[in-house]
């Protein structure tokens, strides 16, 4: 059930992260829509990582245990770093602000996004659980 309230989840946190993007860029210059443009775009890169890592789990050993379980770990690690890497990077790319404002404003919007995701996360796992047959 969770992972069937996952997409769920992310179709709900789409707009917030978007809007969290607007609080952190000027008004005049940017709209809304382009935040949501720039937020539908990170989301399709996000959800194409989730894809590889699950075809890549599919294609291990796991005869190998030991093995594998390093090779997981190893591969959730280098799509953490790869995931970071091109936030920031769409951030700078997207928004064209000198490198060290642009990071700022990219380690403070992922910083609040997390954490509201988080809570998203955990309401939705709460409703998960309360309509559990």
Known sequence: NLSHNFPKALFVYLPL???VIWLFHGKKSWL????AIFTLHYFSFLLLLFTMLGIL????PWHLIGASEFINVACILILIFWNLYYFFRAHHKMYGEHGAVSWLKSLFIFIINTVIFLFVLTGFFMLTIFNLH
């Not at 809304?32 to 935040?35: E, I, K, V």
């Not at 789990?57 to 291990?60: A, D, H, Q, V």
């Open 57 to 60: 789990r599919s294609c291990l």
């Open 17 to 19: 992260f978007a809007f």
């Open 32 to 35: 809304y829509f382009d935040h």
